[in-house]
């Protein structure tokens, strides 16, 4: 009779076969101990690390005309960006920040795979920083794993404590840090001390913070294996004109382990002495000498490596290194193999991203110093008044985008005799919004002339020149609407 006992899932780790071989459900996850590495694109990349960290940790902390030069601030919907006050209706310049984001990562992706998660992704970062933490309390390699098979001892919990305690502290400034960028850091700074922060202050703190430190700290190479989406769609756009990490098979194999006097060739082996470098250095735990890998993120720390396993062999370099696969396979040099990188679709890319950027550029040095919205007062219909002047009321909303008072004058198109009665003039504060009712009125004889019905008008909305501020003009239609 069949065993009808249920096994919670979350309990079962092995079932048993129809031949009694033992499947397991569940792997378990190995642990990676990245080794330490030396060699120029290891230098490249911190050099990235100490560049994004100093913008990041730094920024919230510079001023500009008395406030943060970087400050989202959501409550009152304002953004400023240095000299850039931005307001949640020029949301555009987001949209285009982002499709630039994307053609960059395209364009990045079709040169040299993925080159953004090996230097510049923050989880490549913060991993590395964390890792750094790791070796200079715990050790190497072969140490870290030694501590984490001995049993505790007092050497071990302090270890451990000191990595824990600093590893906190790297994720709670950091959450803080991002904190900073919607609140006044200064502020903030001072609230930390009588732990006085809001609820959602706390709550971004903590989040942002143990985020950090769980992925940097516990999911490493994980979040860039299972978690990361881009691991998975970077195959549509790489070719085989790529730069990417290659092991050169032809020149390695077979592989052997070999004395330095021992000529390879008499022994019929290739230059790999299998010595397991490139295995050791790598954060995904990958083997590049199996061919190209999604968990590769081209940190090209095996090219580090193995440079220097080549250098005290007297070998050449390059045994892996950044290359095409048609290079490799046609044997092609460097030139041959840059000169493909820059195909038709990695032009198209560049000129795409080029354009955009310059349309992006020129949009903000072009950008009015401040918007205008007109809208019909819906509450208030068209209507006769005095001596029989018609009436609409209209509703403009004005945004300074600078960050000093801007006085601004109102003045009619499109309508004979049109005359604007309430708020010709008014005054705007410092990157302030206004909404006002602004009444407009046009004579009998004019209404005659026009006839009942729907009519168009134009606002001009100008910027009273003050000083050395230069005059601007903003232009916008609406209706007027003649009763009958």
Known sequence: ????????????????????????????????????????????????????????????????????????????????????????????????????????????????GRLWCGFACPQTVYTEIFLWVERHTEGDRIARMRLDAAPWSLDKLWRKSAKQGIWLALGLWTGFSFVGYFTPIRALWGEAFTLGFGPWEWFWVLFYGIATYGNAGYLREQVCTYMCPYARFQSAMFDRDTMIVSYDTERGDPRGSRGRKVDPRKEGLGDCIDCGLCVQVCPTGIDIREGLQYQCISCAACVDVCDGVMDKMAYPRGLIRFATQNGLANHWSRAQTLKRVFRPRVLVYGSVLALIAAGFVA???????????????????????????????YRLQVMNSTESAQHYRVTLDGLPGALVTSHPDFEVGPAQARWLAVSVQIPPESARALGSGVHPIHFNIERVTRGDDSPAAVHEKSTFVVPR
């Open 1 to 112: 009779m069949a065993d009808s006992r249920v096994i919670p899932i979350a309990a079962a780790q092995a079932v048993t076969g129809a031949e009694g071989e033992t499947v397991w459900l569940y792997e378990k996850q190995k642990k990676i101990y990245p080794r330490s590495v030396t060699g120029w694109f290891v230098n490249w990349r911190w050099a990235t690390v100490w560049i994004t960290q100093l913008v990041f940790y730094g920024l919230p902390w510079l001023t500009w005309n008395d406030r943060p030069a970087v400050l989202f601030e959501l409550a009152s919907r304002r953004f400023y960006i240095f000299g850039l006050v931005l307001h949640p209706q020029d949301f555009i310049y987001l949209t285009a920040l982002l499709v630039l984001s994307a053609l960059s990562l395209f364009l990045f992706t079709a040169v040299a």
């Open 363 to 393: 949009s903000l040095a072009l950008r009015s110093p401040f918007r205008v919205d007109v809208v019909r007062d819906r509450g208030v219909l068209a209507r006769m008044v005095g001596e029989g002047q018609v009436e609409n009321v």
